[in-house]
């Protein structure tokens, strides 16, 4: 059930979206109509490089200039992989500047069944020529208040957006989020944010695979999370559930050097 609702909160592949959900909304099953889209604002060109549109409904960033970071829920396993397209460079998905690059290959998180580390590679057939996000190679940064950004659904349910879109989202300590979640949520893996206590602000359907990102000490962006699950987009007491990526940050890094 958790991997169900991981796959309907954040990556939607039947309906191909990726985007930031910034409103109290509906359940997915609820016959009345979604409120309108209030908060998240649209990214200018260039303000963040690094981010990569995947053809299969999910976001991802550039871990290097030929390999994405995504999600492992976002792919089906690893192995030579051809039939994904990353779109970089842009932030209007239907700009003649965008970037489009083939897959060659996917790295799947060893050991992922659905539960926790959630993380995937990407090798691209050729470099996308955008800066890369480092990733948190540490717990220092897992606090204060994050970035997201994403094309996916504007609304739980919703379709893909044209522009990216972005919104902040504050860290929610893990006792908050258990107690949304549960046993569900692994505590040591994962990491929360966003705003439990009143909704409004979340990623959504399709942003499956983007980073989390905030400022490092030197004013850098730095990735702390991937976007991985939760229960609808921007519902009062659920955040959103984030793959703490210092926790595997060495496997991401071993894992790279041998794509």
Known sequence: ???????LKRCSVAVATVAIAVVGLQPATATAAP?????????AQGEFPFMVRLSMGCGGALYAKD???TAAHCVSGSGNNTSITATGGVVDLQSSSAVKVRSTKVLQAPGYNGTG?????????????????????????????FTVAGWGANREGG???RYLLKA???????AAC???YGSELVANEEICAGYPDTGGVDTCQGDSGGPMFRKDNAGEWIQVGIV???????????PGVYTEVSTFASAIASAARTL
């Open 228 to 238: 991985s699950w939760g229960y609808g987009c921007a519902r009062p007491g659920y």
């Open 159 to 161: 379709s893909q957006q």
């Open 168 to 174: 902040n989202v504050p860290f929610v300590s893990d």
């Open 1 to 7: 059930m958790k991997h169900l609702l991981r796959a």
């Open 178 to 180: 258990r107690s949304a």
């Open 35 to 43: 409120n309108p889209v209030v908060g998240g604002t649209r990214a």
């Open 117 to 145: 580390k959630d993380w995937a590679l990407i090798k691209l057939a050729q470099p996308i020529n955008q800066p890369t996000l480092k990733i948190a190679t540490t717990t220092a940064f897992n606090q204060g208040t």
């Open 67 to 69: 390999i994405v970071l």
